[in-house]
């Protein structure tokens, strides 16, 4: 953010969609990504309407910032409001963003990419294991996560 610009922060709780405490952990990480699309879809039309209503002066004014699934969750709300308005959002940062289920089942369609805003970042930290496996935005970022790699100062 820039200093002197007044900003305002929106955090997303999706955890009812994310987190069903009835259901065993494999086939609830399978619904949690079933639901990107539908909280994407939320999103999106919040923007609609902050923008609608003049509470937003531009798309390009927009930084989502997501985590692992929540990193497909602002791809997928990126790619809604270009959709509905022809616009793209400012930019997306996707830190780590998750891969099992959108590394072989929902291809691209389901995943965050540099067509979902003008400028998309990667922040990579686990890599082809939990996080996705292959280039996703205009700029990608790998950080080792063994503190073996890490320099000292890092280091517990």
């Known amino acids: ?19 069903p405490k009835t259901i065993a952990s494999e086939a609830l990480y399978k619904m949690a990504a079933l639901n990107v699309k539908p909280v994407g879809r939320k999103v999106a039309d919040f923007i ?17 910032v997501g985590f692992s699934l929540g990193a497909h969750v602002a791809g997928k709300t990126g790619r809604y409001v270009f959709l509905d ?11 780590d963003p998750a891969g099992p289920v959108f590394n072989v089942k929902f291809g691209n369609a389901g995943i ?25 935005g205009h700029v990608r970022s790998n950080f080792k996560h063994s503190p073996q790699e890490m320099p ?4 517990m």
Do not use: C
């Open 1 to 19: 953010m820039n200093a002197g610009i007044e900003s305002n922060i929106v955090a997303v709780d999706w955890s009812r969609l994310s987190t």
């Open 48 to 64: 609609l309407f902050l923008t609608k209503n003049s509470f937003l002066s531009g798309y390009d004014q927009v930084h989502i």
């Open 85 to 95: 308005t022809g616009k793209l959002l400012g930019r997306i940062t996707g830190l």
């Open 112 to 136: 965050i990419g540099k067509e979902d805003a003008d400028f998309v970042d990667i922040l990579h930290t686990d890599q082809g294991q939990l996080g996705y496996h292959g280039p996703l």
């Open 152 to 155: 000292s100062a890092f280091t």
